[in-house]
């Protein structure tokens, strides 16, 4: 599986951002993807994670109400859409494969990472 993930840019506190990740692969529909981010100076952490149907969604406390993934599984897309952006969340976002589920949300469940887009939230 390869990855690729685009949409980052700088914004303001308040604004918002599509990320984009395209999968390569005849199974994108039959596996869950997610959503992490690392900003400078700490680990990479969960932001969201969404089953292969798009039915089944969880999100970290700290996006939660704010940020929304979704999926088209004819375009082989995940999407990550961001709204009322904080400063806190500047940082490189990266789409993620593997066995993820929404009761597997560790950096240990990625097989897969695509290459990081890097979002920044100005105050």
């Known amino acids: 599986v390869q990855l690729q993930a685009y949409g980052g840019g700088l914004v303001q506190a308040g604004g918002s951002l599509r990320l984009s990740c395209v999968a390569s692969?005849?199974?994108?529909?039959?596996?869950?993807m997610g959503w992490f981010r690392q900003a400078p100076g700490k680990e990479r952490e969960f932001v969201a994670v969404?089953?292969?149907?798009?039915?089944?969604?969880r999100y970290a406390d700290s996006v939660k109400g704010r940020f929304t993934i979704s999926r088209d599984n004819a375009k082989n897309t995940v999407y990550l859409q961001m709204n009322s952006l904080k400063p806190e969340d500047t940082a490189v976002y990266y789409c993620?494969?593997?066995?993820?589920?929404?009761?597997?949300?560790?950096?240990?469940?990625?097989?897969?990472w695509g290459k990081g887009t890097l979002v920044t939230v100005s105050s």
């Open positions: 993620a494969a593997g066995s993820l589920t929404t009761g597997a949300t560790n950096v240990g469940a990625v097989s897969y």
């Open positions: 692969g005849r199974t994108f529909s039959s596996y869950y």
């Open positions: 969404i089953s292969g149907s798009g039915s089944i969604t």
